[in-house]
């Protein structure tokens, strides 16, 4: 779900070219997430093994990935810890939603509707321990560093992002990174490069967002921003205050100021919230401001060529010869950094 700030904050396409030599850290279950959800057959069934078991996953990371290391992309993948409490209600939201999403899956299968059936399965996929561990496994043995988060995977990016001076940027689809501080967010850098939508197809590029840019636009501070998070909802706070919306709570940010003025122009409404919707704002900002994050050594890695074909040929029934020619790429690009004097990041 996350943070919905889309239309009041700028932000500017780029070219994959752009990020040629530079370190970025990935918010992992995001990125899974968004395989999970597109790389699927016409009538929206994960891609599988022969045993059945879901391989999406492992494609998007496999090959989307490969794609990005031979753009010369330097990639880090942060994975979720523990998660705070306060983030229960959104994993109840997200179970309600996909009980509707399945019972209209239902419907669309009873009558052939392999467009609907595709648009409704996306809402059904879980991510489970499996899967994330194979992934790992699928990342290290392509040569990309793993981090282990204590809390937030995308805070924990985001921190990175902030205090390492070598790491360009996040790449998250999620606008929360902006609240825990990250100084560039990319979005859709491994999403497909084009989109069908009800008017026809359209080609998406990534996109960069500055934070300090963003604060410039909007003329608030990092303090206010979050608080603007909050009104709006967040994954802490899923529903955020009915009826403001994204202006509306710039408007308020700005006129107030202060957190505390803030949120008590608007203590009414929270107060009229049900129980299970009302929220304390502190402990939000408080998650925002000082998350559960701790610092990591960044480090290369080799390929193990012989992992990744296990993992995907041996274990999930993979093409040889696809697995094979990626490989090559790995190898092709593997040369021209040792000609190049880069070091060894693949």
Partial sequence: MGLNIKDIIPRKEIEISDLNGKI?????????????????QPDGTPLMDNKKRITSHLSGIFYRNINLLSEGIKLIYVFDGEAPELKAGTYKKREESRGIARGRYKEASQREDLEAMRRYSSQLIRLDDKMIEETKELLEALGILVIQAPSEGEAEASYLNKIKSDIYATVSQDYDCLLFGAPRLIRNLASARKRKTFSGWIEIKPELIELQRVLNLLEINLDQLICLGILIGTDYNPKGIPGIGQKRALDIVKKYRQPVLIFKSVEEQI??????????????????HKPNVKNFEIESKKIDEEKIKKILIEEHDFSEERVEKQLEKLRELKEKKKQKGLGEWV
């Fill in 271 to 288: 107060m009229s919230l049900t129980e299970a919707e009302r929220f304390d704002w502190k402990k939000i900002f408080e998650l925002f």
């Fill in 24 to 40: 970025v850290c990935v918010d992992a279950y995001n990125m899974l997430y968004q395989f999970l959800s597109t790389i699927r």
